[in-house]
């Protein structure tokens, strides 16, 4: 019996209000753009990023897919971190399908690119022996940074570079609404720098399926003819659609909880022999830590016994919190683990 699953955010469950959404939603066609729910949840999800349109997919994935393939021709460039989920966790995506190639710079601890090393790494187009770089793209939160979060002026000050030389930003916003929340800041502040973003609806905000992409009319519309290329026209999405509308209503200022759980949750890790984390470098619902033990698939085994799912055969760690883990189950991780690492 799993109590506490902690290996991400995407295992979220529907709410009791989605699922009634889901029930009663109205449908059609969204290849025809006849599914009212679908046409909905696009008008909303583009005025709450602050772009003109948006167009709903099936995953994370197929949204930054279909958004560098809509930025970049075949041998063109993206610029982007050597710890983006763009670069080391879509399968090379942008590269078998459109013939893009990946020029990476630096993350640094928190996930920033430093804009000058962006800048030194824009090719010069005039030169035959160059590719084209064809778009800048960051990462908020910076999922393997930490779920680190990057503030507007972050965001300000990539994007200058990017449009000093007449080159779109892209954010992959995939938990674009934990930055948001634990800034305090509008999402559409957030995002008002960036040309194009992508986000995740079902990750922390526990719808089953699906995300968004936004930017202006003209991008929006090549995002489409991309999404239809890839296999990502939907028919009858609209009962996924129909909870997204729950989501972006109702699921967002609840991340504050699993930003808390997740604070509490380091720092009582920070507390165990054995368990190296610095609490203050959780920003979000990410838990990212080192684990010293002797044999650790005997303690994912006994984790795994009590009903925890998160561990792993490695020492770097990640526990995520999210909708469907309350502050109690965090006391009972860290029983658990406190247990495991001292018996
Ligand atoms: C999860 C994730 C994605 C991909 O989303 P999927 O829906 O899992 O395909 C993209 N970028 C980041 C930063 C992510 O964390």
């Given amino acids: 019996m799993t109590k506490v699953d902690l290996r991400s955010d995407t295992v979220t469950h529907p709410s009791p209000e989605m699922r009634e959404a889901i029930a009663n939603a109205k449908i059609g066609d969204d290849v025809f753009h006849d599914d009212p729910s679908i046409n909905k949840l696009e008008e909303i999800a583009a005025a709450k990023v602050g772009k003109e349109a948006s167009v709903f997919v099936a ?11 809509s930025h970049c021709g075949r041998g063109d460039e993206i610029i982007l971190g050597d710890k983006a989920h763009i670069f ?10 459109g013939g893009v190639s990946y020029h990476t710079v630096r993350n640094d601890a928190r996930g920033m690119l430093d804009p000058s090393e962006v800048e030194e790494a824009i090719r010069d187009s005039t030169n ?5 770089t064809a778009v800048i793209a960051i990462e908020n939160t910076q999922n393997n940074c930490g779920g680190r979060v990057l503030t507007p002026q972050d965001t300000k ?12 930003l892209h954010v992959d916003g995939a938990r674009i609404f934990n930055a948001a929340v634990k800034l305090e800041t509008p999402v559409d502040e957030m995002l008002k720098e960036a040309d194009t973003v992508s986000f995740c609806l079902s990750k922390g905000l526990s719808c089953p399926v699906g995300s968004i992409v936004a930017g202006t009319y003209e991008f929006v519309e090549e995002a489409r003819r991309w999404r239809k290329m890839v296999g990502g026209g939907m028919r009858q999405a609209g009962f996924l659609a129909a909870a997204g509308i729950v989501a972006l209503d109702q699921m967002v200022d609840r991340l504050a909880e699993d930003h808390a759980n997740a604070k509490k949750l380091a720092e009582g890790l920070s507390k165990i022999e054995g368990v190296t984390i610095d609490p203050d470098s959780v920003d979000t619902n990410l838990v990212f830590f080192e684990v010293k033990h002797s044999n650790k698939n005997e303690l994912m085994k006994k984790l795994e016994s009590e009903g925890i799912k998160g561990a792993s055969p490695y020492s770097r760690w990640r526990f995520v919190t999210h909708y469907g883990v309350d502050s109690e189950d965090i006391d009972y991780v860290l029983e658990v683990m406190t247990n495991a690492m001292t018996s």
């Fill in 128 to 132: 035959d022996h160059n590719p084209h």
């Fill in 59 to 69: 995953s994370g994935t197929m949204g930054n897919l279909i958004s560098v393939l």
């Fill in 157 to 168: 000050s990539i994007a200058d570079v990017a449009h000093n030389h007449e080159l779109p």
């Fill in 88 to 97: 080391r966790s879509e399968a090379g995506g942008a590269a078998a399908l």
